[in-house]
T-cell receptor
Framework: KQEVTQIPAALSVPEGENLVLNCSFTDSAIYNLQWFRQDPGKGLTSLLLIQSSQREQTSGRLNASLDKSSGRSTLYIAASQPGDSATYLCAVTGTASKLTFGTGTRLQVTL | DVKVTQSSRYLVKRTGEKVFLECVQDMDHENMFWYRQDPGLGLRLIYFSYDVKMKEKGDIPEGYSVSREKKERFSLILESASTNQTSMYLC????????????????FGQGTRLTVV
């Protein structure tokens, strides 16, 4: 059974700092990996999708990498801002089209 | 702008009531999913559907059922609500071709916070 782990569970950084969120998964037979953002009490917003054949994706200040063979992905956030404060979730798509989620990293960016 | 819409943001129901949570997507996606989200447990898959009138159990289907009579609508049913079903419920949809891993971005609704008292 696929298991997804995210480290750290919580992170607090000062504004302007670059940071890295980690995601690991146990079964490398995935079709893609997706990073989401969730604000308190809200649904999930897709940030980046990396196909299994890709190594990374970029969107603005966000960069996500994927090393499928080692079961790891990282989300890099450059020049963090208070508006980046949220919970970040990674999810992998395996067989039967199902997404398996990590438990998330709660990020707080302070002024 | 793509959309997955859940019928209610907040619901309060009594133990034993039959509860319907509705989800509608306007992207003509084949796949639809229901998850629940609990602190410390993350998102767990309840049921999913590949097509109209088709359904598959997820990881925690007990106490739930689903209905998909139309492609755009996927309903989650709590046959007899219990307090341990108090949770945030999230609906998602994705297009087909997952076997190719192409264009399989998942879109989520805004969530329904259900409280069973």
């Amino acid at each position: 059974k696929q298991e997804v782990t995210q480290i750290p569970a919580a992170l607090s950084v000062p504004e302007g700092e670059n940071l890295v969120l980690n995601c690991s998964f146990t079964d490398s037979a995935i079709y893609n990996l997706q990073w989401f953002r969730q604000d308190p009490g809200k649904g999930l917003t897709s940030l980046l999708l990396i196909q299994s054949s890709q190594r990374e994706q970029t969107s603005g200040r966000l960069n996500a990498s994927l090393d499928k063979s080692s079961g790891r992905s990282t989300l890099y956030i450059a020049a963090s801002q208070p508006g980046d404060s949220a919970t970040y979730l990674c999810a992998v798509t395996g067989t039967a089209s199902k997404l398996t989620f990590g438990t998330g990293t709660r990020l707080q960016v302070t002024l | 702008d793509v959309k997955v819409t859940q019928s209610s943001r907040y619901l309060v129901k009594r133990t034993g009531e039959k509860v319907f949570l509705e989800c509608v997507q306007d992207m003509d996606h084949e796949n639809m999913f229901w998850y629940r989200q609990d602190p410390g447990l993350g998102l767990r898959l309840i049921y999913f559907s590949y097509d109209v009138k088709m359904k598959e159990k997820g990881d925690i289907p007990e106490g739930y059922s689903v209905s998909r009579e139309k492609k755009e609508r996927f309903s989650l049913i709590l046959e007899s609500a219990s307090t341990n079903q108090t949770s945030m419920y999230l609906c998602a949809s994705t297009p087909l071709n997952r076997s190719r891993g192409w264009d399989t971005e998942a879109f989520f609704g805004q969530g329904t916070r259900l409280t069973v008292v």
